[in-house]
């Protein structure tokens, strides 16, 4: 058994000793609120869901593309939908813990941008779905029904980000993309697109290029329900439709 192999056989438990070291010499720091202490942070929690979903041999069957993904179209649809979840239950249902924690880092600070470009466009794709869709995905569905085990997925996915609502259905969403065509790439892609579109979006805000703008609308949507509820239900009834359509294409290919 060589090394490789043997990192791989006892990658549980070195993973767990990674996070409890990891996360400890981080909180001695975490006081700072600096953006790379921030960085320092993610990058260690990515590294402990990658040594636990790391399956090398895998991979390589799998990280395919498949023709004709909608991934700009499903994005912009998701992010719609995500906006509208997070005025529905920030500003209308009231869900406080959804407010952010006061941190006064913005994107007006370059190099605290430029890291979460490199977190949450590049980092956060990659890992989240080898975490997520290939690994544990993978693991549940052979001890329940995949329906099942997407919702669990899902559940996990919406806890774990700020959107509960709109996580969960993202996750749903990529999860049913990466059965119909077993590509993890193209839930990258997607991934990626859809964080880029936050990221470009909240650097317009801290940077009070549409500042107004998002507060006016936010503002709007969160006096008139109905017209919250319509757009949630158009972005629904389009990713529901981009999705049909994606997985009727591969079934003809």
């Known amino acids: 058994m060589n090394i490789l192999d043997r990192l791989l056989k006892n990658r549980y438990y070195i993973s767990i000793v990674y996070i409890i070291i990891t996360l400890f010499l981080l909180d001695r720091l975490a006081l700072s609120?600096?953006?790379?202490?921030?960085?320092?942070?993610?990058?260690?929690?990515?590294?402990?869901?990658?040594?636990?979903?790391?399956?090398?041999?895998?991979?390589?069957?799998?990280?395919?593309?498949?023709?004709?993904?909608?991934?700009?179209?499903?994005?912009?649809?998701?992010?719609?939908?995500?906006?509208?979840?997070?005025i529905l239950q920030t500003e209308v249902l009231g869900w406080s813990w959804l407010v952010e924690d006061g941190s006064n880092l913005k994107y007006s600070n370059i190099p605290y941008f430029i890291s979460d470009v490199f977190l949450f466009i590049i980092i956060a794709p990659i890992v989240e779905e080898i975490f997520f869709r290939q690994w544990l995905y993978?693991?549940?569905?052979?001890?329940?029904?995949?329906?099942?085990?997407?919702?669990?997925?899902?559940?996990?996915?919406?806890?774990?980000?700020?959107?509960?609502?709109?996580?969960?259905?993202?996750?749903?969403?990529?999860?049913?993309?990466?059965?119909?065509?077993?590509?993890?790439?193209?839930?990258?892609?997607?991934?990626?697109?859809?964080?880029?579109?936050?990221v470009v979006f909240q650097f317009f805000i801290d940077n009070e290029i549409i500042g107004d703008l998002d507060t006016l609308a936010s503002v709007y949507l969160s006096e008139n329900i109905a017209v919250l509820m319509m757009l949630i239900v158009t972005s629904s009834i389009s990713i529901y439709w981009l999705t049909t359509r994606y997985i009727r294409s591969l079934e003809e290919v």
């Open 138 to 198: 993978e693991k549940l569905k052979n001890r329940m029904k995949p329906l099942f085990s997407i919702i669990v997925v899902a559940l996990i996915f919406g806890i774990v980000h700020i959107d509960l609502i709109g996580s969960f259905v993202f996750s749903m969403v990529l999860s049913f993309y990466y059965i119909s065509s077993i590509s993890i790439a193209n839930n990258i892609f997607i991934h990626a697109t859809f964080n880029g579109f936050l």
């Open 33 to 86: 609120k600096e953006w790379v202490v921030t960085l320092l942070y993610v990058l260690a929690i990515y590294g402990f869901l990658l040594l636990i979903a790391f399956e090398p041999k895998r991979y390589i069957d799998e990280v395919g593309t498949r023709p004709n993904m909608p991934i700009v179209p499903i994005a912009i649809s998701l992010l719609a939908f995500s906006y509208c979840c997070i």
